[in-house]
């Protein structure tokens, strides 16, 4: 089982970033893949997460209408796109799966993370 994420970065205010994450071919095929992230301090909290079946995304509330995830099967690939950034949203952001029909809410459901990405957002 991997995950590896990329495309984190340094960014003003208001600016976007993608993050993507490729998964292996048996992590991506199973079930509900998500993002979650983590400030210094904090806990680690779900961003976003997409389920294989229908393509059902949902959303925190703080990210509701600026942040779109978004899976890519022929690439075995997950993805956030992160727009009208602000500073609150700087986080080590991971990229997550579960095993078919199992929930991806809660970081206590996932038994799969990838190693985190860095995204720095200036006020």
């Known amino acids: 089982v991997q995950l590896v994420e990329s495309g984190g970065g340094s960014v003003q205010a208001g600016g976007s970033l993608r993050l993507s994450c490729v998964a292996s071919v048996y992590t991506y095929s199973r079930g509900c893949m998500g993002w979650f992230r983590q400030a210094p301090g904090k806990e680690r909290e779900g961003v976003a997460r997409?389920?294989?079946?229908?393509?059902?995304?949902l959303y925190d509330s703080s990210v509701k209408g600026r942040f779109t995830i978004s899976r890519d099967n022929a690439k075995n690939t997950l993805y956030l796109q992160m727009n009208s950034l602000k500073a609150e949203d700087s986080a080590m952001y991971y990229c997550?799966?579960?095993?078919?029909?199992?929930?991806?809410?809660?970081?206590?459901?996932?038994?799969?993370w990838g190693q985190g990405t860095q995204v720095t957002v200036s006020s």
């Open positions: 997550a799966a579960v095993e078919f029909g199992a929930s991806c809410e809660r970081p206590d459901d996932i038994p799969y």
């Open positions: 997409i389920y294989a079946t229908g393509g059902v995304a």
